[in-house]
């Protein structure tokens, strides 16, 4: 993983939030910090639920947990090692695994796995701003040896789509997708998701990518010559490679992974925390069951039209 992430200290983070009061504090102060608006009926006023910052609604007597209806929602142990988990993930560069998190916070593996994924799940694009200007797009396949039941081994591979905006002699922003395989109706998917009509496309001289040329300015990369042309999104897939293999070697649940590793790319520079950045999308998105989690997969993404609109990115 490239660049620095600006982030808080540990001390900070304790000093924030010390138990479950002020972990629920800020979570109503997010929900409801521009009013109180019950999600049955509508009506803006409300009374104590009986529980520490849980609001009813004075009209039909719903009552909301500051945890309803976020990733908190439901979270099988204490609000304060959420919050940890969370910060955990936001500042380790190069993420964290859930055996770690399990050694760390003496909560079961598993139960870690799957709050860490809901983490990784707030890491997706919000796709309110797709890539743009000089692009380069490569696909390329990550792999492993499984074992099948009778004792043979047999060599799965997943194909990868990645698109990369330049800027400068840099790349300023990243999106990578888990394709079933490399079509070209593959590739139309990953492109009407990610990328902005009008863009100028450096990628490699394949089948798959030449309807590219309907719909963008296209330049076909040289497979040998002086000039390597696809540089730059060549080292960052390598690079992409290399963190999956150390951190999630099996590859399982691909696109969480991809995610993560854009996330965290396309906010090097950013100024404000990850961290809370990352809560406030854990606050906004809806809540996630193991099902959910587990049967995920970015060919079952509503495709949204590309917002115009001028708004942090992504
Ligand atoms: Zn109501």
Redesign the pocket.
């Known amino acids: 993983m490239e660049g620095k992430f600006k982030s808080l200290s540990l001390k900070d983070f304790q000093m924030r939030f010390p138990d479950e009061e002020s972990c629920k504090k800020y979570l109503a102060e997010k929900k409801w910090g521009n009013g109180f608006k019950?999600r049955?009926?509508n009506?803006h006023h409300y009374c104590s639920g009986g529980k520490p910052f849980m609001r009813q609604?004075t009209?039909?007597r719903?009552k909301e947990s500051v945890t309803a209806n976020t990733l908190f929602h439901k979270v099988k142990f204490r609000l304060v090692h959420a919050f940890f988990i969370v910060y955990l993930v936001a500042t380790n560069k190069k993420g964290i695994s859930s055996t770690e998190l399990s050694r760390k916070l003496q909560i079961q593996q598993k139960t870690c796995w799957l709050f860490r994924l809901k983490v990784l799940q707030a890491m997706e694009s919000k796709l309110t701003m797709g890539l743009e200007g000089n692009l380069e797009i490569i696909d390329f396949t990550l792999g492993k040896n499984k074992i099948k039941k009778n004792g043979q081994v047999k060599f799965v591979k997943k194909r990868v789509f990645m698109a990369i905006e330049k800027k400068g002699k840099g790349v300023s922003h990243m999106y990578a997708y888990y394709s079933k395989n490399k079509s070209s109706r593959e590739l139309k998917k990953f492109v009407k998701k990610y990328i902005k009509e009008k863009s100028s496309i450096i990628c490699p001289n394949w089948s798959s990518y030449k309807p590219l040329q309907l719909d963008f300015d296209v330049t076909f990369a040289q497979r040998k010559g002086k000039k390597n042309r696809m540089g730059l999104s060549k080292r960052i897939a390598s690079s992409l490679k290399a963190w999956l293999r150390g951190m999630h070697g099996h590859a399982e649940l691909l696109q969480y992974y991809l995610n993560e590793y854009s996330y965290r790319f396309n906010r090097n520079q950013m100024k404000e925390g990850i961290f809370d950045h990352l809560l406030e999308r854990m606050v906004e998105h809806k809540p996630r069951t193991y099902l959910d989690i587990i049967t995920y997969h970015p060919n079952q993404w509503v495709i949204p039209p590309h917002s115009t609109q001028i708004s942090p990115f992504p």
């Open positions: 019950c049955r009926c009506h609604c009209s039909c719903y």
